[in-house]
C-alpha cells in the first residue's frame, strides 16, 4: 500500500493545483449500507444438531476520482459489524477467515469480530483503448471472484492491463500478489492464502504469485471467454466458455451456453504432491469438469436448466480447486461452496458438485410480478440433484428467494434447505450432514 500512496503523490505533485481541484469534483461516489442476518442448523451422524446464528449491518463506501491526462484514482472501506451475538454464532458474514487463519477456528472469538478494511485502493491509467490498474481491486472472475452472497466482497491486490481489439473484442493480463477473503480483514499472499501452512511443502516456497491471460469476444447473439491463470510451481487452469442468444420476439428468448475447466499441478507441486505422505495422498491435481445450460424467457418468466460434470480420476486428486471464491459451474447453488473452500488454507478440501466425480443437474424457475401493478418483487425457486458413486446419498438442494426492490432499496429472504451436503477431504475421502437448513434476510440501501 506504500507504493499505491507513493504514486499518487509522486502524480499529483507534478500537475497544477486547479487541476487536482476538478480532478476530485468530477469524481464519483458509491456507498451502500447492508444489514445482514443468517441462521443455520446442522443434522451430522452421530452427533448434537447444531445451530448458529448472526446480525451484522455495515457495507461500504467508495470514491473514485475522474479522469485527469489519463489518470484515475480510488478507494473502497468496507465494513462488517456484529450485534445481538447469540452464544453459538455464525460466523460467515463477519470474520471467519480471521478466525481460521489466526487460530484454526471458524466459529471461535476472533471468527465472531467486526471489522473495517480498505478493500480498494488503486490507481489507474487509461490511453484510448488501453487500460492498466494497480492496487486493490473487487473483480470478478470465474475462478477469481468477489462473491458478493455476504456481507463483503472478496478483493485482490495486483496488476490488471487491459485492451480493447475493437468494440466486440477484449483481452487482458494481470499479475496478483494479495487475496484478501470476504470474511477477512487482511490481504495475504494470494498462494499462501490458498494453501496456508502447507505452503512451501506444497510449491517450495512461502509465497506465489498468480498470473491470468483472459480473453473476451460479445457478439449480437455468440460469446466468448477464455481464462487461464497460472502459478508457478503450484496450479494451472484453463476456463472456457461460450454461449448464444436469441430473441424470437418481444416476449420469448433463450440461451444456450457451455464451459470447460481444466486444471492440474506444475512444477514444484507436481513433484510434492505425488509423495505418498502428501497432503494429498501421493495424487497429482489433475481435474477436467464441463457444464451446459440453457434458459427461456418468457415475458417476466424465466427458467432454467443446467447440467454439470467433474470427471473422476482414481489417480489424481480430482476435485477443483477453488480457494479464491470461485464458483463457476452452470450448477452452482445458493448453499455452494458453504464449507468455505476459499477460507485460509482450504484450497484441496471441496464440496458438492464441486468433488471429484459429482454430476449435477439444476433447474430454476424465475417469476417477476411487475403485471401485477405492484412492481420491485421477484420470486426464484431452485432445485439440484448431485450424483456421485462416492455418496452413501444423492445431495438435494432446494432454494427459494423473495426479494423486493425499489430506487436505491432492495430487500432479500432467502430459504435454503439441503439433504445430504457433501464435503471432500484434500485426499478425496466424502462426508455427509444429514440435514442442512439455512435462512437469510439482506436489506441493502445504495446511493
Known amino acids: 500500500m506504500k507504493k499505491i500512496l507513493s504514486s499518487l503523490l509522486l502524480v499529483a505533485s507534478s500537475q497544477a493545483a486547479d487541476s487536482i481541484g476538478s480532478w476530485f469534483e468530477e469524481g464519483s461516489t458509491k456507498a451502500n449500507i447492508k444489514y445482514y442476518y443468517i441462521d443455520t442448523n446442522k443434522d451430522i451422524p452421530n452427533k448434537p444438531s447444531t445451530s448458529a446464528h448472526a446480525n451484522s449491518v455495515g457495507g461500504q463506501l467508495g470514491y473514485t476520482t475522474g479522469n485527469w491526462n489519463g489518470f484515475q484514482t480510488g478507494a ?24 481460521v487463519r489466526l487460530d484454526g477456528d471458524p466459529s471461535g472469538n476472533t471468527a465472531q469480530k467486526s471489522f473495517a478494511v480498505l478493500g480498494e485502493a488503486f490507481i489507474k ?16 472472475t470465474p475462478l477469481i471472484n468477489a462473491k458478493e452472497v455476504r456481507m463483503l466482497p472478496s478483493a485482490i491486490q495486483g496488476i490488471l492491463v487491459d485492451y480493447s481489439l475493437n468494440d466486440e473484442t477484449k483481452v487482458g493480463a494481470s499479475y496478483l500478489t494479495h487475496f484478501k477473503q470476504r470474511t477477512s480483514d487482511v490481504f495475504v499472499n494470494i498462494v499462501k492464502h490458498a494453501l496456508g501452512d502447507n505452503t512451501r511443502a506444497v510449491t517450495g516456497d512461502d509465497e506465489q504469485d498468480v498470473f491470468i491471460l483472459d480473453g473476451f469476444f460479445q457478439g449480437e447473439k455468440v460469446s466468448l471467454k477464455a481464462y487461464n491463470y497460472y502459478t508457478d510451481d503450484f496450479m494451472n487452469s484453463l476456463y472456457l466458455e461460450t454461449g448464444y442468444k436469441n430473441k424470437l420476439d418481444s416476449k420469448l428468448s433463450y440461451s444456450a451456453d457451455a464451459q470447460f475447466i481444466n486444471q492440474k499441478s506444475v512444477g514444484t507441486a507436481d513433484d510434492n504432491l505425488a509423495e505418498p505422505l502428501s497432503l ?36 489424481r486428486h480430482d476435485s477443483l480447486v477453488l480457494p479464491w471464491d470461485g464458483t463457476p459451474l452452470f450448477t ?31 433447474l430454476a424457475y424465475t417469476q417477476k410480478y411487475d403485471f401485477t401493478g405492484v412492481k420491485g418483487f421477484k ?69
Open 76 to 99: 473502497t472501506f468496507m465494513t462488517t459489524n456484529g450485534f445481538a451475538l447469540p452464544n453459538a454464532v455464525d460466523t460467515s458474514i463477519l470474520a471467519r477467515d480471521n478466525g
Open 332 to 362: 452452482n447453488m445458493i448453499t455452494s461452496n458453504d464449507l468455505f473452500q476459499s477460507n485460509y488454507g482450504k484450497a484441496l478440501n471441496a464440496d458438492s458438485i464441486y468433488i471429484g466425480g459429482s454430476a449435477g443437474v439444476k
Open 379 to 447: 420470486t426464484v425457486l431452485s432445485y439440484l440433484n448431485v450424483d456421485n458413486s462416492k455418496f452413501l446419498n444423492n445431495q438435494r438442494d432446494y432454494n427459494a428467494v423473495v426479494s423486493y426492490g425499489v430506487g436505491d432499496f432492495s430487500l432479500a429472504l432467502k430459504g435454503i434447505w439441503v439433504r445430504h451436503n457433501s464435503s471432500a477431504n484434500t485426499q478425496g475421502t466424502v462426508s455427509q450432514i444429514d440435514k442442512l437448513t439455512q435462512y437469510r434476510v439482506i436489506a441493502n440501501y445504495k446511493f
Open 280 to 315: 494429498t495422498g501421493g495424487k497429482r491435481i489433475g481435474v477436467n469438469a464441463f457444464g451446459l445450460k440453457t434458459d427461456i424467457t418468457y415475458g417476466e418468466s424465466s427458467l432454467g436448466l443446467a447440467f454439470s460434470k467433474v470427471l473422476s480420476n482414481s489417480d
Open 125 to 140: 491509467y487509461g490511453y484510448q483503448d488501453f487500460s492498466v490498474l494497480y492496487g486493490r481491486k473487487v473483480i470478478n
